[in-house]
């Protein structure tokens, strides 16, 4: 089992920028670990991963060359830095854990709210 907690969602505007954390416990090793996130009235969206090792790195359309994933193993912790943030990327924020590269996302937080205001 792995628990998920995740922090440092709030209120931003438009232009500025907002670095979210996500602690790991219990059976952490070898995840790969990713951010997703659901707005009002939409579907989940996929945002970024990054592999146990950290060298591997992916990221979602949307977000690509605004967002940076990293880990910090020694800590269990995933970052997901958000800069040049819009009123679009306004959302809840989950992190989640695969145990098989990504296939199947098995472990979710339980989410931090994302405000960006125009």
């Known amino acids: 089992q792995v628990q998920l907690v995740e922090s440092g969602g709030g209120l931003v505007q438009a232009g500025g920028s907002l670095r979210l954390s996500c602690k790991a416990s219990g059976r952490t090793y070898s995840n790969t670990m990713g951010w997703f996130r659901q707005a009002p009235g939409k579907e989940r969206e996929f945002v970024a991963e990054i592999s146990g090792s950290g060298g591997y790195t992916a990221y979602g359309g949307s977000v690509k060359g605004r967002f940076t994933i990293s880990a910090d193993n020694a800590k269990n912790t995933v970052y997901l830095q958000m800069d040049n943030l819009k009123p679009e990327d306004t959302a809840v924020y989950y992190c989640?854990?695969?145990?098989?590269?990504?296939?199947?996302?098995?472990?979710w937080g339980q989410g931090t709210q994302v405000t960006v205001s125009s």
């Open positions: 989640a854990a695969s145990p098989n590269f990504g296939r199947d996302w098995d472990y």
